[in-house]
Structure formats: C-alpha cells, structure tokens
C-alpha cells in the first residue's frame, strides 16, 4: 500500500501514453482582427477570427450586429483556404459606432464553443 | 466477476460509440466557461478526469491525537449518467507524518457523489445544482480513515459576471462558483457541520476572448488566478460552533487537453493548522482526449 502514490504516477503516465496522437480539443478564440474590445478609427472591410482549433465551416458561423441588433455583416463568413484556423465575415462600410461580433463553431473533433465581442468604429467629423 | 466487468466495459464503450452527435462537455453556461477547482466542487455535471491532486498540508492535533504532517494523493473521476445528472468516485490515498511518532500510510475512505444540474442561465452566466456526497465508512484503510459513513447534501452554484454592463468591462471576467453543504456522520462521535466553499476567479482568457484583448502572450492568457475559502463550522458536541478550514490563493492554467491548478493552502485559525501547505491538481479533458466516449451523458441526449 506505500507504493499507492507510485501507482498512481504509473496511472498517469499510462493514460498519456493511451492518448491518440492526433487529439483535438475545444476550438477557442485566440485572436481576431479588429481586436476583441478595440476601437478603430477607420472601418474594416472584413471581420477575421483565429481560434485555437481547426473548425469545421460547414457547422460555424460569424454575424456582426449593430448597436441596434441588426445585423450588418455580408452573411459570408467563410473558413480561410490556406488556414483552418482562421474565419472571416466581410462587412459592409460601416457607420461609426458600436459593432458586436457573435460566433459559433465547431472544431474538427464536433465540440462546439461559442462567444461574443464588441469593437467600437470611431464617428468620422 | 470478470466477465461482469468486461461486459459492463462494453456497454459504455458501445454507448460512448452510439452518440456521434455534438460534444458539449466543460463547464459552460453562455459564454462562460467555470473550471473546475481545487478546494471547491464546481457546479457542473459533466465527464471529468482529476488525476493527480496532491495536498500537504498541516493536521492540527484534537482529541488527544497528535499534530502529524499530511500529505494525500489522490483521483476523482465523474461521469455524465443521464442528461445533467453524474456519478462520480474519488479517493485519496493518506500519509501522516507525526513528530516521534511512526508514520502512517493507506487509502482514506471511497466517496462517491451525485450532482444534478438544477437551472442554468446562459445570459447571466448562472448554474444551480444539486447532489449528494457519501464518504462510505470502512472502505478506507482502517489507519488513516474512519469506520462511519458521513452522508452530505450539497447545494452548488456558479454565477459568472459577464452581464455586468460595459463601464464595468474589466470587472465582466470575474466569476464566483460555491457549494453549501450540510453533513450527517453516522457515527454519534462526530459532529455535524455546515460544509461551506467557494471561489472568486478573475478569467483571463473571458477578459481576452469578451471583453478587451490586452495583448497578453501565453501562458499568461491562459491563466485563471483565484482564491478559494474551504470552510467548515460544527453544528454540535463538544466543538459546536467552531469553524475550520482554508484560504487558498492560486491559479489555474488551462491547456488545450488539461488543467493546471495550484494553491497555497493558508489555515484560517490554529485548529486549522499552523503551517501554510500547498495544493496541486491536474484536470484531463477526458471528453477532448477520447470525444466518442466521453462528453455526453451515457444515456439520452444533452
């Protein structure tokens, strides 16, 4: 029985070495652009998110709405050709205000995350 | 017997295999994901590896037993049965380091737990649930663990506070998860006690993701600092009204396939111990490593 915490060291290592060796995990927000809580003096064209994870396009989406809750993104977010990790929305020109980005995706493993951010466009004088 | 195990091994590997549709898992209530705590159960019932957790710590002398040095080793696994209701195991196994005296070692008792997740609130961040704890008397070592079994209701509740308004951005990462918890022992020896935890958490990945991306770079945006109150007052006998327990500073890491927590472990008063030890645990996102088998309840759908 001393050699209980032994035991439980070999459990450990034995679950690591039965992990596959290509594991997924929850698809994460890393970064986007425009950053999470910015504010731009001038409008972007387009909405870009990097999550952590590959994700599965046909299951995920991006909207951008305004500060009024419509939605004014080009409804074509789209997964990146050369980097799975990586969705983009464009957008029209937009107004200056408050902008509030809502996302859902799928990881290539079917875990779903989702999430929300703001960015603000500065009123043009 | 063997051959009850493998069958029963096999009908959760089938129903693991039958269930291909989307994996929820973690503990999310909108967008908000609590994890999991040291001193603190969460309130979630969802697949959960804990393997190991290590805690030294101070065990103050009473009833004529002497101060001795603890340091426990331990595992807990939990298992989504049906949709929001789990099962879970743990156990630790017990050193006690006593001044002159012989050390002594061995399994502490098995307790097994229920847990029903009762109400969520996606937009206020808000879990409620309910379960019950039973540290089954006599399954331990008869050196480290007592012979009576101690049944313990326990109320849970997480409440994230990412519905607080912009002017208030920065405070929006913060989230309290706790448990009320009230124990009945078997045994007329022992008091009862209202069992009593939580954790205040400020998530830096919430403040990255939701609210402001200040540019921090890993490890550091995968960081969750905290401090967790683990406390327990006796109802009755000889110390009625005497509250012990805990206050744990730390911080927890998240990784893509695991979690990392560790703690000093401060008493609260001398009955509490006289020394500040330290906790370690380790999480394994069972539902990320093996998504067919874990991460949906084994019978009915999330």
Redesign the interface.
């Known amino acids: 029985m001393k050699n209980s915490p032994t035991a439980l060291a070999a459990i450990c290592i034995t679950l690591l070495l039965m992990v596959p060796a290509n594991v997924l995990a929850h698809a994460f927000l890393d970064h986007a652009d425009p950053k999470v809580g910015s504010v731009l003096a001038k409008p972007p064209s387009e909405i870009k998110l990097w999550f952590t994870q590959e994700i599965e396009p046909d299951f995920s989406t991006i909207e951008v709405h305004d500060s009024h809750g419509n939605r004014v993104d080009k409804q074509d977010a789209h997964q990146d050709s050369s980097d799975k990790k990586l969705m983009i929305v464009s957008v029209p020109a937009l107004a200056g205000g408050e902008y509030t980005v809502v996302w859902k995706v799928v990881s290539t493993d079917t875990h779903h995350t989702h999430g929300t951010f703001k960015f603000t466009v500065k009123t043009q004088n | 017997m063997p051959t009850c195990k493998c069958t029963w091994a096999a009908i959760v590997l089938a129903a693991g295999l039958t269930f291909?549709?989307?994996?929820?898992?973690?503990g999310?209530t909108g967008?908000r994901f609590f994890p999991p705590t040291i001193a603190t159960d969460d309130p979630f019932a969802v697949d959960e590896l804990s393997?190991?957790s290590v805690t030294a710590f101070d065990d103050p002398s009473a009833d004529g037993i002497p101060a001795t040095r603890e340091v426990d080793?331990g595992?807990e696994f939990d298992k989504e049965i049906l949709p929001h209701f789990a099962l879970g195991i743990s156990d630790d196994?017990i050193?006690q380091f006593g001044r002159g005296q012989p050390s002594t070692?061995?399994?502490d008792n098995i307790q097994i737990s229920t847990k029903y997740e009762l109400w969520h609130n996606d937009p206020h961040e808000t879990i409620l649930s309910a379960g019950l704890l039973t540290d089954i008397g006599g399954s331990g070592?008869q050196a480290v663990a007592s012979s009576f079994s101690t049944f313990i209701p326990t109320f849970y509740f997480g409440k994230g506070f990412g519905d607080l308004p912009?002017s208030a951005?920065f405070l929006r990462p913060l989230a309290v998860t706790g448990s009320l918890g009230q124990s009945f022992p078997t045994s007329s020896d022992d008091p009862n006690q209202f069992q009593w935890a939580f954790a205040v958490e400020y998530s830096l990945?919430y403040l990255?993701?939701?609210?402001?991306?200040i540019g921090l770079p890993r490890p550091f945006k995968d960081m969750i600092p905290l401090v967790e109150f683990s406390l327990a007052t006796d109802e009755n006998r000889a110390t009625k009204g005497l509250t012990t327990g805990a206050i744990n500073p730390g911080i927890l890491w998240e990784t893509?396939?695991c979690q990392l927590g560790a703690e000093a472990v401060i008493p609260i008063n001398g009955h509490s111990g006289s020394r500040i030890g330290f906790t370690f645990k380790?999480w394994?996102?069972i539902?990320?490593?093996?998504?067919k088998i874990f991460?949906h309840p084994l019978f009915g759908k999330d």
Request: glycine content about 8%; aromatic content about 20%.
């Open positions: 291909p549709s989307l994996v929820h898992a973690h999310f967008d393997l190991p080793w595992f196994y050193s070692h061995g399994w070592s912009e951005g990945p990255q993701q939701e609210v402001k991306d893509p396939y380790a394994i996102y539902d990320d490593l093996f998504p991460g």
